[in-house]
Each structure stands twice: as structure tokens, then as C-alpha cells.
């Protein structure tokens, strides 16, 4: 019978980086299921909008805190779920200490709090841990090729200690801890200018500017739709795996491949416009997910199309324009009802 994260109930669940992105979703999806949840953010880069809908659900406390810092929370959880880093290349090389601090300080933080707490923790690392990759696709005993001081090294170099601190965290302390590397993952709530493929590609595709695509568009990414990764990550919290397990899409698309898709569902007349290629971008990047189909019975039931199809969906329902462009630290004036900021520990 496959597993379901549904074998096992979450009571209280304390979720860093919960406004991002991936985060947003994850917190839904627990409060959907019956679980109180507290969802902690510094706002430096995720959206209070992202979480807006969740203020008057009865379950749900929203706190301003930065997770480099020692803080507390109101009562012990039985799950933390450690996202909190900035994790698109525009955020991370526009604040460059924010992802070595988050993934340093603010994981001994929250495992600390899982410790405390007798808490299942889960750390959220990514396939960006195997850098521009040698081995193809890329399976969880590859130790990978990383620039440990090129442009990326913040995000890539602060989630492999990440990775160490959690597994050296378990060796000492017991802590019952989890590790899952996600593959690139799409969807509502991501940000137009956050400078990752899809969101860029349908916003320019909506305002009808060329898109455009780095290098010779030959690289590949797997797409995976963000209702997808949710699961994935719930699957592994809930069953027991330590990992790393890599949560990802194995159905590789090139760059190229990817813009005229985003052109075709949104009917734009934009064309491709072809620029220089970042330094150390990947030149492919693909998940092996034997462990998770084996271990998890987990697989993205979602193709590329259909969640592309939802993606611009949304896009387009905000009129295209996807908000702010690099959201600063600053809480917007006035605050959300129900925003508190958390104290230190």
C-alpha cells in the first residue's frame, strides 16, 4: 500500500522561511490537515501576502523573527520543518551572508528546538548541493562539484553545512532529523523577478518583452510542481527517513524547451532573446528518485504542462505583474492583523 503522509497526524508544527515560496504551501497544506501551525519569517525575502489567507484560521500564529537568532515559541511542536533561506539566485547574491547564516545559525536554532521539543525535524536542502554536476542524473551518494567561492557558494556551501550540522546533530544528541535535497520546484506565490526560469519566462512572456534565455538554451532543469514537492516533503517527515532523499521531477526540459512552452500557454507574441550564461550555472540537472519511489512511494503525479498551465494562471490573474520585485527586510506599514514579532530566546 503507498505511503501517505496522512500515516502520521501532526499536532503543532513550527515552520521557518513559512511566506516563501514553498513554505506558504507547506503551511497550508498542514493546517488543511489538522495540524496548529507557526509560521516563523524575517520577511527579507518571502511575501506577507503568501500568507494573508491563513490570518483567520484559528491554527495559524505568524511571527516576525529572524531564525540566525535564538528565539522560542509559545509551545513545544512535534514537527519543525527548517526552510528559512533565501533561494533564488536574485536574493542570495543580493544578500549574500542572509543563506550562510540561515543555514549555519538558524539550523542549530531550529534543531535545538526539534531537540527540546522531542520534535521530528526536517532540513529542506536542494540539488544545488551537487553544483555543476559530474554524474547524471544526480542520486543522493553523489558528493557533487561545487565552487566553494564562486557566486553561488553562499546558498550551495551554506546548505551542505546545513546538511553536516544536521547529521552531526543526530550523531550526538539523537535528534530525530530528516534531510530531502529539492529539485527545482514552480508554482503560485513565486516571485517574477526572483530570477529563476519559469517565474522570469512567464512574466516576460505576459508583459510581452522577449524572454530570455541564458547561454545556448541547451541546459536542462526538472520541473517540479509545488503541490508535488509538499507532499514529497510531508512523506518524508511523516515516515521516518533520515536522507538525504532527493524530492525532484526526473523529466528533464532544456532552457530553450522550457520558453516556447511558457510562449504557447500564454499566447504571447514575445520572442527568445539569448544572453549571457551565469558563472557556474549547471549545465543539467536532473534527480535520481529510486530512494523516494522506493522508501516514500513518492513520485510528481503533475506534468510539466498542466502545472505550467496553473503557474501562468496565476501570473496572469495579478495581472501579470507579480509584485514586488526584490522585497526588502521592512514589514509593510501596517502590519498584517495578527503579525507578532518573536522575542529572542
Given at each position: ?27 497550508a ?22 500568507v ?28 519543525v ?7 533564488s539566485?536574485?536574493?542570495y ?31 529542506t ?48 544528541h ?62 518524508a ?109
Amino acid at each position: 500500500m503507498p505511503f501517505s503522509s496522512a500515516d502520521r497526524r501532526w499536532k503543532h508544527a513550527v515552520v521557518t522561511g513559512g511566506a516563501g515560496f514553498v513554505g506558504s504551501h507547506l503551511c497550508a497544506t498542514l493546517l488543511a490537515s489538522g495540524a496548529e501551525v507557526t509560521c516563523l519569517d524575517d520577511f527579507s525575502t518571502g511575501l506577507p501576502e503568501n500568507v494573508a489567507g491563513l490570518l483567520d484560521h484559528p491554527g495559524f500564529t505568524l511571527c516576525r523573527t529572524d531564525v540566525s537568532r535564538p528565539f522560542a515559541v509559545d509551545r513545544p511542536p512535534d514537527l519543525v520543518l527548517h526552510l528559512a533561506s533565501p533561494a533564488s539566485p536574485a536574493d542570495y547574491l543580493r544578500l549574500p551572508l542572509h543563506p550562510l547564516d540561515a543555514g549555519s545559525l538558524g539550523t542549530r536554532h531550529a534543531l535545538e528546538l526539534a531537540r527540546h521539543s522531542g520534535a521530528r525535524f526536517l532540513l529542506t536542502s536542494t540539488s544545488e548541493v551537487y553544483g555543476d554536476p559530474r554524474e547524471h542524473p544526480q542520486s543522493e551518494g553523489y558528493w557533487g562539484n561545487v565552487n566553494p567561492v564562486g557566486p553561488r557558494s553562499v546558498y550551495d556551501e551554506s546548505k551542505r553545512f546545513a546538511e553536516a550540522l544536521t547529521t552531526a546533530h543526530t550523531a550526538v544528541h539523537g535528534t530525530d532529523t530528516c534531510i530531502v535535497r529539492l529539485f527545482n520546484t514552480y508554482g503560485p506565490r513565486m516571485r517574477g523577478h526572483d530570477g529563476r526560469a519559469v517565474p522570469t519566462f512567464v512574466r516576460q512572456a505576459l508583459d510581452g518583452v522577449p524572454l530570455t534565455v541564458t547561454g545556448d538554451g541547451r541546459q536542462t532543469r526538472s520541473l517540479c510542481y509545488v503541490d508535488d514537492t509538499v507532499a514529497g516533503i510531508l512523506a518524508a517527515a511523516a515516515h521516518g527517513l533520515r536522507g538525504p532523499v532527493n524530492l525532484g521531477n526526473p523529466e528533464e526540459i532544456t532552457m530553450t524547451d522550457l520558453a516556447r512552452r511558457v510562449v504557447e500557454l500564454t499566447g504571447s507574441a514575445s520572442v527568445i532573446r539569448f544572453v549571457a550564461r551565469p558563472v557556474d550555472d549547471p549545465a543539467v540537472r536532473c534527480p535520481d528518485i529510486t530512494l523516494a519511489r522506493g522508501k516514500l512511494q513518492w513520485e510528481p503525479r503533475g506534468g510539466v504542462t498542466e502545472g505550467l498551465r496553473r503557474t501562468v494562471s496565476w501570473f496572469r490573474a495579478r495581472t501579470g505583474r507579480p509584485g514586488p520585485s526584490l522585497p526588502g527586510a521592512s514589514f509593510p506599514e501596517p502590519p498584517l492583523p495578527g503579525l507578532r514579532d518573536l522575542p529572542s530566546s
